[in-house]
């Protein structure tokens, strides 16, 4: 199960950070503002946090 779990959340997560990371170069594109901005510390962290609800989310469903 547990297994189970962590590649199910890494799969998420790293489909979710890439999607994520795509649509902020685009949005930051489409205003006329440097996309490589998009890499600072912040979206970092919104990535993290999201990556930790993924990974709660399939744990409660697959192990609870």
Do not use: C, H, R, W
């Amino acid at each position: 199960e547990v297994a189970l779990t962590v590649g199910i959340a890494m799969f998420l997560s790293i489909t979710t950070a890439t999607v994520f990371a795509l649509l902020t170069a685009e949005l930051l594109n489409k205003i006329k503002a440097d996309p490589a901005s998009g890499a600072d510390p912040l979206i970092t962290v919104i990535q993290d946090v999201i990556s930790l609800v993924i990974y709660f989310a399939v744990a409660s469903l697959i192990i609870f």
